[in-house]
Every structure is written in structure tokens, then in C-alpha cells.
């Protein structure tokens, strides 16, 4: 199999830099990352790819079972790298590919030497001395909303998600982009997602960590934030002066100048 054409990969930016690989989230795919792209170019090989079952990827790839957990998402992430022979590359995922770089960073450590999580969520679910932002019954009834009319939970739940009321722009952005992701495929990947549950993972992590929170996020709490940052040993926290839960495209600025300051810390 052709990996770089089954996920789509994009290679752009300074052939001879580090590498950073950019990975979006549930319903996106890499144009998601346009207004960052060009804060790396100069300086970064930079490495974009869609996940199997959303943008131009391979969709004949697609496998269920495989798919139904992160680990699946992950060594497609590990693939892409041993294809490209990465080293030391900077993993940046937003939201649930946060953990899914995690994993691919555990399975491949040569391949990924850091990681910058951006809105990141280890799980959505509540939990005794845990808060994920949603109860179990929130997250049945979201998955049972998308099963039954996917094209509808998309207009409905694009905007919240993306939470910047006052830009509409954003949430159609974000709507149109769940509502050309094939639903059979996002109804797999929303279970992996919204079901997922990483927290013991984040103590694995070993190698230097950016977290990224927004002031406000409906989809990953202030809380999340704080969980993250004190569970992977060593790591930054970093609150962006940005609302909802896709801070590269509501407040790019920020979120760049984050991702940046992180990279060349790694290498002062």
C-alpha cells in the first residue's frame, strides 16, 4: 500500500529543518492548518496528512476494526513517519490526535521527539475526580444525534465547537468540513473519539511536551487543561488568549507564536 497517498501526505516548508508534523482533529482535515503553515515554512520541513475517512485520503483504506481505537490512528501516524523516514520529528495534534500522538510517540520514539498538544483531551466523560466536560448520557445522545442524522448534528454542533459566535464564518468553515467526511466513517471515528479514554497513557509520555488551552472551550475544559499538564511530567502549559476548541483557526496568531517559542526552546 502507498502510505503517503492513502493519508493524503503534504510535504512543504525548509527541506533542510526540523520536522513538524500538524494533525487534525475529529471531522477536519489538513487544511484545517492553513494559517499556521506559513509560520513554519521558513525554518521547518513541515508534514501535513488527512486520517483515513476524512479529506483526500484513501477512502478504499478504510477499516473498522482498525479504526475503532486511537491505536489505529496512531500507527497510520507511525507509517507516515517510517515512510518519510522522520527523526525526531515535533508532533502537533489538535484535540484527539493530541493523544493519538501520544501513542505514536510511545511506539516510535525515534521517529517523534516532541510533542505540542493543542486543545487536547485525554476523555470527554466525567469521571469520579475527573472532569472531562460531558456526562455519559451527553456523549449517548451526541452519538445517537450523529447516527441519525449526520448532515443535521454537524450544522448544529460545528458552531459550538468551534465557539466563536461573533464569526460565523468559523463554524460554517468547520460544518462544511464534518459534512464532507464520509458519516459511516465519522460515526467510527466519533465512538473512538468521544469513548476514548487516554489518561493513563499521558504518564508514558518522555519527551518534551507543549499543552495548549483556551480561556473558554466547551469540548475541552480549563480543567482538562490542568489535568494534562500535571499528569505528563515536565510538560508546558500554555493558556491562549482564544475562545472554543480550534485555536488555529480563531486566534491563529497566538496559537503560532506558542507552537514557535516551544520549537525553538527545543533547540537553544
Known amino acids: 500500500m502507498d502510505i503517503l497517498r492513502r493519508n493524503n501526505v503534504t510535504v512543504t516548508g525548509n527541506p533542510d529543518g526540523p520536522v513538524v508534523v500538524l494533525a ?27 486520517y483515513v475517512g476524512c479529506g483526500r485520503s484513501d477512502l478504499s483504506a ?17 507509517e507516515v513517519a517510517e515512510a518519510l523516514d522522520l527523526r525526531d520529528a515535533t508532533f502537533v495534534g489538535h484535540s484527539v490526535s493530541a493523544m493519538t500522538g501520544v501513542l505514536a510517540a510511545r511506539r516510535a520514539p525515534e521517529r517523534i521527539g516532541s510533542l505540542v498538544m493543542v486543545a487536547p483531551s485525554p476523555r470527554y466523560i466525567d469521571d469520579e475526580g475527573y472532569r472531562g466536560g460531558f456526562t455519559a448520557e451527553d456523549i449517548d445522545e451526541l452519538l445517537a444525534s450523529l447516527d441519525s ?27 462544511n468540513s464534518f459534512c464532507a467526511t464520509d458519516p459511516d466513517m465519522a460515526r467510527v471515528f466519533a465512538r473512538t473519539t468521544f469513548l476514548s479514554d487516554s489518561r493513563d497513557d499521558l504518564k508514558t509520555v518522555e519527551v518534551p511536551t507543549l499543552v495548549l488551552e483556551c480561556t473558554q472551550d466547551v469540548i475541552a475544559p480549563r480543567e482538562v487543561g490542568a489535568y494534562v499538564h500535571a499528569q505528563v511530567p515536565g510538560s508546558t502549559l500554555v493558556t491562549l488568549d482564544a475562545t472554543g476548541h480550534c485555536p488555529h483557526l480563531s486566534a491563529p496568531e497566538a496559537t503560532n507564536e506558542a507552537i514557535t517559542g516551544f520549537l525553538t526552546g527545543l533547540r537553544s
Open 24 to 50: 487534525h482533529g475529529f471531522g477536519c482535515d489538513q487544511n484545517m492548518w492553513r494559517l499556521t503553515v506559513p509560520a513554519l515554512t521558513d525554518a521547518y520541513r513541515v508534514v501535513l496528512f488527512d
Open 62 to 78: 478504510f477499516q473498522e476494526d482498525r479504526y475503532a481505537s486511537l491505536g489505529g490512528y496512531a500507527q497510520d501516524v507511525v
Open 149 to 175: 442524522n449526520y448532515l443535521g448534528w454537524s450544522a448544529a454542533m460545528a458552531p459550538v465547537i468551534m465557539g466563536n459566535a461573533d464569526r460565523p464564518e468559523l463554524g460554517d468553515e468547520l460544518t
